[in-house]
Nanobody, 121 residues
């Protein structure tokens, strides 16, 4: 049974940092691309960052230079380091596993339940 479990969300002031983690199990981690997505109230799901098995990364323009996606293949764990957080980063953050290297949600098959990030001004 595939499981993706996010952790590390919370409340932080503008300019602060958070590190999200996503523990994956139930499938061969290295066979899938991994991504982080977010969804704010009343808005659609947005691709934030993605990483392939070789460590190549891609980012949404809104987070480039502030967020860093990484993974520990030995621990089957995905990370998202978020720095210089802004109120507009407030959203539920999801990790996902898929077989297309993309920031589009259509490329991902497995999803976690999400972790809330709230940034106050």
């Amino acid at each position: 049974q595939v499981q993706l479990v996010e952790s590390g969300g919370g409340s932080v002031q503008s300019g602060g940092s958070l590190r999200l983690s996503c523990a994956a199990s139930g499938y061969t981690y290295s066979n899938y691309y991994m991504g982080w997505f977010r969804q704010a109230p009343g808005k659609g799901r947005e691709g934030v960052a993605a990483i392939d098995s070789d460590g190549e990364t891609m980012y949404a323009g809104s987070v480039k230079g502030r967020f860093t996606i990484s993974q520990d293949n030995a621990k089957n764990t995905l990370y998202l380091q978020m720095n210089s957080l802004k109120p507009e980063d407030t959203a539920m953050y999801y990790c996902a596993a898929g077989q297309v290297y993309t920031l589009g949600s259509w490329g991902y098959r497995y999803w976690g339940q999400g972790t809330q990030v709230t940034v106050s001004s």
